[in-house]
């Protein structure tokens, strides 16, 4: 294990039984407290979007905005929140997805992606993957590239790397920790 993994991975609180019982949620906001981790994250994440030629950052809502803006700044490169469905005012683009239980319905700024821009995801955590596609397959109907996806953590055994595969038709998808 690397010194970041170790750091990171100490700032991540496990709390039992949150947000249903039998569920072990990974809180991140000790490690967003830290400003050593957080800036170790920050410059993480940010090397990743220099590496992948990315010349946006999405953020999905809603630790996603809080990773992905200072990824952004870190990188010199514009930030595009991808959000909940009626949370952005004017024109947008959503994608419908499923969830264990239900449908979503996530948005962009129609205006906001060109196809001149290749742009990295960046979210917290990759689960299950549904949000992470359903924000890919937005950024291509913008007419964006897709340089990839960066998370800080991958819970592998709930099989999002796999169904993000085809998604990503060969852009990188980084997990600092796999989980």
Known sequence: MTGIEELL?????D???YPEPGVMFKDITPLLADPAAFTALTDALAEVAASTGATK????????????????V?????????????KLPGATLS??????????????????L????????????????????????LIRR?????????VLMELGFLGGRARLEPALAGAPLEALLKI
């Open 15 to 17: 709390v039992a039984d």
């Open 114 to 137: 060109t196809g001149d821009d290749r742009v990295l995801v960046v979210d917290d955590v990759l689960a299950t993957g549904g949000t992470a596609e359903a924000s890919i397959q």
């Open 9 to 13: 991975l100490s700032r991540i609180r």
């Open 74 to 86: 870190r990188a010199g490169l514009g930030f595009i929140p991808v959000r909940k469905a009626g």
């Open 142 to 150: 913008a007419g964006a590239q897709v340089a990839g996806l960066a």
């Open 95 to 112: 994608q419908a997805y499923d969830l264990e239980y239900g449908s979503a319905e996530i948005e962009v700024h129609a205006e906001d």
């Open 57 to 72: 950052v999405v953020g999905l809502e809603a630790r996603g905005f809080i990773l992905g803006a200072p990824v952004a």
